[in-house]
């Protein structure tokens, strides 16, 4: 069956250091990735998706980027974090056909301080 | 920019009683569909709908899509107090990058015992 694993599940970070959350899938191949954030009390803001190795789309200039180095596996990355980088990060996943539903991990909370 | 949009924002009922959300969006459309999340935690998906569908249902779920107005509602049925979460609409619809899902606003559903 088909898993999704995003870590860590808390990150507390200090304004300017750098961030990395990464996210698994398994059980699949060739999935499509998703970053989302979530302001407290919001809808999901679609930061970034890929539809395979090496392949990101930018929805929102911002303070991040992403990356995707094997077909199962996709980091969220910042040089600097900013005060306003805090949210609920979510990862998710589906197969890239139009008539799928996507899988979400637990997301990361992360507060920058 | 966020494609859906929910309302009512707030929902509050008494168990027993039916919950109607509704989403509108903006463009076309491959499907349309609904995920629930409970505080702090990722999304779980709900049902899907197509665009060429105009009612869908799965237990006490109803779903419809118009998409004349560009529009869908999610009704519970006889709610529970196990029902109250947020729920959100995401439409998905095929770019020539791959597939792109993104969210509304969401709906937070309270319902009391």
């Known amino acids: 069956s088909q898993t999704i694993h995003q870590w860590p599940a808390t990150l507390v970070q200090p304004v300017g250091s750098p961030l990395s959350l990464e996210c698994t899938v398994e059980?699949?191949?060739?999935?499509?990735l998703y970053w989302y954030r979530q302001a407290a009390g919001r809808g999901l803001q679609l930061l970034f998706y890929?539809?395979?190795?090496?392949?990101i789309s930018s929805e929102v200039p911002q303070n991040l980027s992403a990356s995707r180095p094997q077909d199962r596996q996709f980091i969220l990355s910042s040089k600097k974090l900013l005060l306003s980088d805090s949210g609920f990060y979510l990862c998710?996943?589906?197969?890239?056909?139009?008539?799928?539903?996507?899988?979400f991990g637990q997301g990361t909370r992360l507060t920058v301080v | 920019s966020q494609q859906g949009e929910e309302d009512p924002q707030a929902l509050s009922i008494q168990e027993g009683e039916n919950a109607t959300m509704n989403c509108s969006y903006k463009?076309?459309?491959?499907?349309l569909q609904w995920y629930r999340q409970n505080s702090g935690r990722g999304l779980v998906h709900l049902i899907l709908?197509?665009?060429?569908?105009r009612e869908k249902h799965s237990g006490r779920l109803r779903v419809t899509l118009d998409t004349s107005k560009k529009s869908s509602s999610l009704l519970i049925t006889a709610s529970r107090a196990a029902d109250t979460a947020s729920y959100f609409c995401?439409?998905?619809?095929?770019?020539?990058?791959?597939?792109?899902?993104?969210f509304g606003e969401g709906t937070q559903l309270t319902v009391n015992p």
């Open positions: 463009t076309s459309i491959n499907n």
């Open positions: 995401a439409t998905d619809w095929m770019e020539t990058s791959g597939s792109r899902l993104t």
């Open positions: 998710a996943w589906n197969i890239g056909t139009r008539y799928t539903e996507a899988f």
């Open positions: 709908i197509r665009s060429n569908e």
């Open positions: 890929s539809v395979g190795i090496g392949q």
């Open positions: 059980g699949t191949s060739n999935p499509n």
